[in-house]
Structure formats: C-alpha cells, structure tokens
C-alpha cells in the first residue's frame, strides 16, 4: 500500500509572517551583531574589534551594579507581585455582578500607557506638592525620592506593584475558575481546611498560569525602562538606574554604539537563560505526574 502523499503547499501560507519575522526581528538582531564586534569612527567606516566590547562589558563595574540593581528590582517585584495577585484572586468572587466590577477594576491599571504611569507617580510622590510625598512628610517620616536613595526605590517599587499586580490576579483568577467544582465538593466531604485547598487543590491546578504570570513579570520587570526614566531618571544618583536605563545612556548618551551592541546582547542572554531556568524549575516533574 502506497503512503498517502503529503501536501506542503500550506507552508506557503507562513511565508509572508515568516518574512515578516525575518525583517522585525533577525535583521535588527544580526546589525546589533555586527556593531558588537566593530568599532566606528564616522563616514560609516567600520574597524573589526572582535570580543572587545563584550570583555569591556562583562569586567565593568558599571555593568555589574546595574546588574545588581535590576536583579534585585526584579526580585522583590516578582516577591511581592506574585503573592500579592494570588491572594486578590482568591478574594475576588467567582459570580454575579460584583465578579464583573472587580474585573474591570483589576484590568484598568493594565490599560494606562507605561509613561503615563510613571508620570502620575511623579507627581503623586513629589514631596511638596504630591499627595502621597506630601501626606508622608506630614505623618512625620522624612520623604523625598528625589535625593533620597531609599525612598526612590519603594516608590519605583510601590509603582510598579501598583500598575503589574493586576496581571498576576487576573491570571490567577482565569486558573481558580477554571478549577471544577467537584475538587472543593470533595474536598468539603473530606474536611479540608481552607489552606488545605489552596496547597493541594487551588494552588496545582493555577501552576501553569502562574508559570505564564511569573515568567511574564520577570521578563517584564527585567526589561523596564519606561517608568523609572520619567519617575526618577535613574536617580537619585545612580541609585535606580537599572540595566535599561544604563543600555540607553551609553547607545544615545554616550553614543558607545559598540559597547551598547554588546551590552544589550548580553542583556538578551541573561533575560534568556534565567527566563529558562525559570521555567524549568517551575515545570519540573510535570513528565512524571
């Protein structure tokens, strides 16, 4: 019996977003290759350099406490943000009208354009005229994020919490609905506790949304750029001045275009492996259950 012949003639219906990708993405990709490696002096004459910029990169201490910086900024966002949208979650109710309200209460901080937002926290935390800068200095603490280092990084913090929790709670709220009513008649059968249901009912059957929440936030809060530029500027000295802040000081500031070409390249690697080393850790054993 002969095989049944297979048409791949469908693979031409690909060709167009394939081009498309080629052109968005691998050609960007490919000159900020070729600018890792060359030196330009002007007259778009070009110098080989080799792997110079990425070891002037990696040896910079600038490079390294930036890295610092937004490694801990991501960490205390993805620290708080998770917990923090899991529990609104849990707390939103599955039905009825107030099920709608809460919805579209939770989705409209996901709606407002990224500088806008850091431009409402500007002005929100100014420390003379702000309400919320000037309400902290009235109670008594001393507050001002545009000298003091501290205070610029639970604003950049309290900003970014404010505007990405509710992407974290929406996703986990899709997972709880999506969990049958039969596991919590059982577990009510049983006797199960109410943390007893969040471990062994709610929290596995949310594992794969939480998976798509948490690498979304990391990959997100890694990348920011917007916000912190038009809230602090990177400052107050270099306090905020995260790995995105300090790729466009040397791309446009500097105007290093080597060093920046490899900078962001790196940057892409480290996004890359720990967005993978997230997602294996999270899906581990998901094979053998």
Avoid at 168 to 173: E, I, P, T
């Amino acid at each position: 019996m002969s095989a049944k012949p297979v048409n791949q003639r469908a693979w031409w219906l690909v060709l167009p977003v394939l081009l498309l990708v080629a052109f968005n993405a691998v050609i960007p990709l490919m000159t900020v290759v070729n600018y890792s490696v060359q030196e330009t002096f002007g007259d778009n004459q070009f110098f080989f350099e080799g792997v110079k910029w990425y070891d002037e990169v990696v040896n910079s201490g600038r490079f390294r406490d930036a890295l610092k910086r937004q490694l801990l900024f991501t960490g205390i966002i993805l620290a708080i943000e998770v917990p923090l949208g899991v529990a609104i979650a849990l707390a939103m109710p599955r039905r009825g009208a107030w099920a709608s309200v809460c919805l579209v209460l939770m989705s409209m901080p996901l709606l407002i354009p990224w500088n806008v937002v850091g431009a409402m926290w500007n002005i929100l935390a100014l420390p003379d005229i702000g309400l919320l800068g000037w309400t902290l200095n009235k109670v008594g603490f001393d507050y001002n994020y545009t000298r003091q280092p501290l205070a610029a990084w639970l604003t950049l913090i309290a900003m970014d919490v404010w505007h990405w929790t509710s992407l974290v709670a929406l996703l986990a709220y899709a997972g709880l609905s999506a969990i049958p009513d039969a596991y919590y008649q059982a577990a009510k059968i049983d006797g199960a506790s109410p943390w007893a249901v969040l471990r062994h009912v709610q929290l596995p059957k949310m594992k794969h949304v939480l998976t798509i929440a948490v690498l979304l936030r990391f990959m997100d809060s890694f990348m920011i750029y917007t916000e912190p530029v038009v809230l602090t500027g990177g400052g107050p000295g270099n306090a905020t001045t995260l790995l995105s802040i300090d790729l466009v000081k040397i791309a446009l500031g500097q105007f290093d275009l080597g060093p920046a070409a490899a900078m962001s390249l790196i940057y892409f690697l480290i996004i890359l492996l720990l967005s993978w080393v997230f997602y294996q850790v999270m899906t581990r054993g998901e094979e053998q259950t």
